[in-house]
């Protein structure tokens, strides 16, 4: 049997307010091609299926239709929630969803319930451990005590090997979304822990053949059988240029036979500028920029007049800007040193200068901060 081990969609985010269905629908519509140029029979989603709880009807509908083109190529589906996800919403018509190839694993309760697909080797028990919060889940796991999400994960596996014992020769494979030890993060997946709680061994997963990991978005192997398959777009400019890919797992008669990374398209880049708002609109270094999803962080002494706008001029996917600045430092000397020893409206006033660029305040406006100033005391004389 072939899987094809994919998560985080996140359908519907946004990037710094930028819609992005349009680039997911065309990566994850894609995945079709891939099940059936690989002969793929399963596609499993460990979690972060959408971005939020109740996601907008277009991103319901995007789902829809990749799901769709999954099945006419030839592959069940099978997906969990994360911690982006309503467990309650996506499980919804779940039982019906089944007769038609998308098996959904949205409970708690039903976590040791396994999807079984056959192939000419035997059974395959699929199960989906949906994101386990650790104070709403313990009391149905029988762990009233737990407060870390490898207490629950633990308790959740325990339930999963006890089933596969009434299944001898059974292989299995696991979805769960978790951030289990050894893996990296990146800037773009929401935390799912309280002082560091979340961390989950790797041993929690022993007994399975292939565990199907989500929530980090970045693809790694922590074991031969333990992958994170990661988020197919870059949801973060701290993903620019990072690799996007999905696993394709073998299931032989003995159990996992090999795992085979398939690069994923990139429809639209991301990339991260830096220099003067002048030499971004200038350089024709940056041509190739212009069609992609630009973070600008810009350099300038002062900051510019409507940098956005000029900068979508040339590049109309920027999405995000950043003013650096290079006022830090003024005549060799910090801000804090500058203030240092100085009267209140001094120190206002090299704060202005400071924020500007090194311009400071006009006499006008040094005017009125001293009456602010001013009124001020007076408001704290008579408290």
Known sequence: MRLLHTSDWHVGRSLHGTDLLREQEAVLGGLARVVADEGVDVVVVAGDVYDRAVPSADATAVLDRVVE???RAGAAVVLTPGNHDSARRLGTFSGLLAAAGLHVRATTAGLDEPVLLADEHGEVAIYGLPYLEPEITRDELGVGGARSHEAVLTAAMERVRADLFLRPGTRSVVLAHAFVGGGLPSESERDISVGGVDRVPVPVFDGVDYVALGHLHRPQTLTERLRYSGSPLAYSFGEAGQQKQVWLVDLDASGLAGVRAVPLPVPRPLVVLTGTLDELLGDPAHAAAEEAFVSARLTDAVRPADPM?????RFPYCAHL???????VV?????????AGRGDLDVVGEFVSHVRGGVGATAGERDLLARALSAAAREEVAG
Do not use: F
């Open 69 to 71: 083109r999954l099945r």
């Open 309 to 313: 706008r000029r900068l979508q001029a």
């Open 331 to 339: 005549d060799g000397r910090s801000y804090t040193e500058r203030i």
């Open 322 to 328: 950043e003013w650096t600045g290079s006022g830090t």
